[in-house]
């Protein structure tokens, strides 16, 4: 299997903080069924902003480690990018990575007020430029869960969705689960990933919602998921959204979070 969002290398952000926390995280990975790893650290979330050259550097050396450590993961470079009016131009300037570098796909993280027509702006900006995004775990995200037409916009504007493995089974809540399980019955997601940053919390482990998985949607639509979706970042296939979530209406029942919920959140989004 593989991992597509992970704070695993050391000492860049609130992820691993050394290079034990790291090893230990890695063979925690490995124990759990994963092969690959490609290592996202947060860039222009306000308080993270890692540069490209530091990612890669860290990423290379971390290899370098696991292979002398006789640890079998491999990991590819990539970062989770925080939606900011900077963030179109950061990408022209090539300051920002695509996922595995490959220069597919992007990991975006919305802000927990993602409102507005920006976000929806940016993914037909990056598609424009030839690079598919990826919204990082939707399911956390409270204004979503509140009004999830926003994430229908960004999904009909060619948006891919990756939820977080620990929402599918009760970790982050039970409005997090159901909304994840929404996401998952409506076919609207493609990739499940830990958004590991420890051993404890959010740890690599993927192997139990991957189960769920299995009973939700079967062995087919999870293999796609879990496994043969890594192609669509890092090989040659074409990426194209699959299902048209309109035909899966009648399958879904949104859950919805007191408004209350969002006004504990100061973050603003607005340009
Ligand atoms: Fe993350």
Wanted: proline content about 5%.
């Amino acid at each position: 299997m593989i991992d597509i969002h992970s704070h695993i290398l050391p000492g860049l952000d609130d992820g691993a903080p050394d290079l034990k926390t790291a090893f230990k995280m890695a063979k925690r990975a490995v124990k759990d069924g994963i092969a690959e790893v490609i290592a996202t650290p947060h860039c222009l979330d306000g308080v993270h902003n890692c540069r490209k050259e530091d990612i890669l550097l860290a990423c290379q050396q971390f290899n370098k480690e696991l292979y002398s450590q006789g640890i079998p993961l491999k990991v590819y470079p990539g970062a989770e990018i925080r939606l900011t009016p900077e963030l179109i131009d950061c990408f022209r300037r090539g300051e920002l990575l695509t996922l595995g570098d490959s220069g597919k796909a992007v990991l975006l993280e919305l802000p927990q007020r993602c409102i507005g027509e920006a976000p929806v702006k940016v993914v037909k900006q990056l598609k424009d430029m030839g690079i598919q995004t990826i919204i990082a775990h939707p399911e956390r995200n409270f204004t979503i869960q509140n009004h999830p037409d926003i994430l229908d916009e960004l999904i009909f504007s060619g948006a891919l969705l990756q939820i977080t493995a620990d929402s599918l089974i009760g970790k982050f809540g039970r409005s997090t689960t159901l909304f994840a399980e929404n996401l998952v019955v409506s076919d609207r997601i493609h990739f499940i990933a830990t958004d590991c940053h420890s051993l404890r919390g959010r740890s690599p482990r993927i192997h139990k919602a991957y189960k769920k998985l299995l009973s939700m949607v079967g062995m087919a639509r999870t293999q796609e998921i879990v496994l043969e979706n890594r192609d669509l970042i890092l090989n040659s296939i074409e990426i194209s959204w699959q299902v048209n979530p309109s035909e899966k209406e009648q399958q879904v029942q949104w859950i919805k979070v007191p408004e209350a919920t969002i006004e504990k959140t100061n973050e603003e989004y607005k340009w």
